[in-house]
């Protein structure tokens, strides 16, 4: 019965060692999100919108008062008690309501993402994006782009 005991407890620490040495890895790695399609199904963890606001716990109502937070979008969109970027109304990309009196609500990126990454659909820009040819017509606010020809 001893070296049973001693055999788990070697086990046991070497399992706990393997779990911190995970722990470790994971906490120095960047933390980077995927965004599939219009984000409906985005799960991550960015609490800021792509130009630096905090965004607003979805069970709060100031400064911005919604009414997006049921019972049912809490089962099915992914809102809860935080302040992580969702999609929940079928918008083009994930957003978030903020906590800027100013700004009622903004896009977001998902973790890790570049400035130059998608917002609106299947464009993807690159580097400074000096060769970008898209269609892109919104700022990331969601104002309408004024035209080249004008």
């Keep these: 019965m001893k ?3 001693k055999s788990f407890n070697k086990i046991r620490r070497a399992i706990n060692k393997d779990i911190n040495d995970i722990k470790s890895v994971l906490q120095r790695s960047p933390k980077v999100e995927m965004l599939s399609g ?5 799960r991550g963890f960015q609490n800021k919108t792509a130009s630096g ?3 607003q716990a979805w069970n709060r109502n100031y400064p911005q008062n919604h009414r997006l937070f049921t019972s049912k979008n809490r089962n099915t969109k992914g809102l809860g008690y935080h302040n992580y970027c969702r999609n929940p109304d079928g ?4 957003w978030c309501y903020t906590t800027n009196p100013r700004v009622r609500f903004e896009r977001c990126l998902p ?3 570049k400035v130059n990454a998608t ?3 299947p ?3 690159t580097g ?3 060769s970008y040819r898209g269609q892109q017509n919104k700022t990331i606010s969601g104002r309408t782009c004024q035209a080249w020809s004008s």
């Design 3 to 5: 070296i049973a005991s």
């Design 38 to 42: 219009d984000g409906a199904d985005y």
């Design 53 to 55: 606001n905090t965004c």
């Design 91 to 94: 918008e083009p990309t994930i």
């Design 111 to 113: 973790l890790g993402a």
């Design 119 to 121: 917002f609106f659909g």
């Design 123 to 125: 464009e993807v820009v």
């Design 128 to 130: 400074d994006g000096a």
